[in-house]
């Protein structure tokens, strides 16, 4: 990074904000409080818009529209081809807005504008028509069983869906997890993250100008202790979807249980191991281990944040590895190849740079960075430390920030021991030439995404989610269906001839 290239003026993002209401049976309306919020731009922390204050009142109104669009709607109803064409249509529209949307979500969230059209919104839409693809494919079977009787399973869908999103990728968590719900035939009510309220809004209404009916889609803008626990907490939503942190997950699924028993998926929190064996090729892991922890400005819960170095390789690679952070890219997202950011608001931007404290103060090695970035906005110096050990707290806690840690092992037992001691679950990296390594690894981590030689590969059929307290269920992929259907096993008598 240069610190000569401080954060000048802001880019005009050359988007206007056009909705700031909730999204409630296919109408904007303003909250019942009539309350509003307001949401930043992280490159300077000025207000972009004020938004819609969705509290528990809104969340009954939306979610009485969801339940009277499933009850009594065509949704649920229409053939599976016809479900279909709307979600392509709606696909196509997003595609159309690629750029609109992609310069909303940068405005809101910080991101390099190139990373959100080049990879996120075409992901976005890819999972989209992946997912579209199936809605007219999910069926249930015949089962054979003891005695005279005709049996089927119904795959039914699931009824209102809850689903309760993050702000590190506002749209892709929005497709992740209205796609699948929408395949199998639910309606829903989405709560937005309070600091990226924006993009959500504008795809939805472009879901109702592809077709979709009113109600089938309500989103509310608000906050989590409000908004958010109303919703979790409803007893007329028969499935709840959370992505956001460990502590959360564990508050919205005892909501789920005091009130209705509606299952729950989780995708929580991390801190994936990213395992760099002897005989790697050192440029490309380097490269690598740098893109599994700083992408997103490292806001990503399956980041690789502890980055375990052979001991022959290690020395060389920490070299690597401060070159490479050094002269990361970071600037205005708006500008042409910037690779960093800004973090999303000041509390994580705080939290951030208590982490890289708590890091010199433990005794790990500051190669590089360590500092906020410029004098404006929430940008942090890509940093590294060495020397870092298991017991430290920036080795055990998600930082969630450009902070890359990296420790040093000496045999495949004692960092397969190490990588797994940890109560989170979400992935991991093994970087490796040697097949048996890779497989030894592969089968021995307790996480929910191995990737080999890889990192951060997110294709819309490949499922996504934790072991241990990183969730509970898969996104993407078939997994989603399940997380979305009913099934419903009928038993009729056979009549003999
Ligand atoms: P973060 O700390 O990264 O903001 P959170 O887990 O708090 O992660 O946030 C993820 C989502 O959960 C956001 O939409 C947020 O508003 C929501 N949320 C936060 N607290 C609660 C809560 N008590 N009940 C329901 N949702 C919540």
């Known amino acids: 990074y240069s610190t000569a290239a401080a954060i000048e003026e802001p880019i005009n993002p050359g988007v206007t904000v056009n909705h700031t209401q909730l999204l409630i049976n296919g109408q904007f309306v303003d909250s019942a409080s009539g309350k509003t919020f307001p949401t930043f731009d992280p490159r300077t922390g000025e207000v972009i818009a004020h938004v819609a204050e969705g509290e528990a009142e809104d969340i009954n109104r939306a979610v009485a529209a969801a339940r009277k669009a499933f009850d009594e709607g065509p949704w649920p109803r229409m053939s599976a081809y016809e479900r279909a064409k709307i979600i392509l249509r709606f696909a196509d529209l997003l595609e159309k807005h690629n750029d609109e949307l992609a310069a909303l979500e940068t405005w809101d969230n ?18 989209l028509r992946y997912y579209a693809g199936w809605a007219d494919k999910i069926h249930g079977l015949t089962v054979p069983a003891d005695g005279q009787y005709h049996i089927q399973t119904l795959h039914e869908p699931i009824g209102v869906a809850g689903q309760i999103i993050p702000w590190n990728f506002p749209l892709l968590m929005y497709a992740w997890k209205v796609g699948p ?18 993009s959500a809004l504008y795809a939805t209404k472009l879901l109702h100008e592809a ?57 929580l929190g991390g801190k994936s191991p990213f395992i760099v064996c002897e005989d790697a090729d050192v440029d490309k892991a380097v490269e690598l281990a740098h ?15 502890r980055t375990y170095v052979h001991e022959s390789v290690y020395d060389e690679f920490v070299e690597k590895a401060k070159a490479r952070a050094t002269i990361r890219s970071v600037g205005d997202p708006f500008k042409s190849g910037i690779e960093q950011g800004p973090q999303i608001d000041s509390e994580q931007f705080e939290k951030i740079l208590g982490y890289i404290r708590s890091g ?26 060495s020397n870092v050990k298991d017991d430290m707290l920036i080795a055990k806690e998600e930082i969630f920030g450009p902070v890359q840690s990296i420790l040093k092992f000496k045999d495949l037992k004692e960092v397969i021991q190490r990588a797994n001691n940890t109560s989170y679950g979400l992935a991991a990296g093994v970087f490796t030439q040697n097949i048996d390594t890779a497989n030894t690894l592969t089968r021995a981590l307790k996480v929910g995404t191995v990737w080999v030689n890889c990192f951060d590969i997110f294709d819309a059929a490949i499922p996504f989610g934790g072991y241990k307290m990183s969730g509970q269920g898969r996104e993407k992929g078939m997994y989603s269906l399940s997380n979305y259907l009913q099934v419903k096993a009928v038993v009729t008598p056979l009549k003999n001839p």
């Not at 893109?291 to 819960?301: E, H, S, T, V």
């Open 181 to 198: 719900a929408l395949a199998c035939g639910n309606t829903i009510v989405l709560k937005t993250a309070e600091q990226t309220p924006l």
């Open 110 to 127: 910080g991101k390099p504008y190139e990373q959100a059209a080049k990879i996120e919104l075409p992901m976005i839409v890819r999972l």
């Open 360 to 385: 010199v103060e433990s005794g790990a090695t500051l190669e590089t960075g360590g500092e906020r970035f410029g004098t404006k906005g929430h940008y942090i110096q890509p940093t590294v430390f």
């Open 291 to 305: 893109f599994a922890l700083f992408f997103n400005q490292g806001q990503c819960c399956c980041a690789g944040s």
């Open 211 to 267: 077709g979709v009916p009113p109600g089938v889609v309500n989103v509310v803008s608000g906050f989590g202790p409000t908004a958010g626990a109303a919703l979790a907490g409803h007893m007329d939503v028969d499935k709840l979807a959370f992505t956001g942190s460990t502590g959360t997950g564990k508050i919205v699924l005892e909501l789920a249980a005091r009130s209705n028993l509606k299952p729950v998926t989780l995708e």
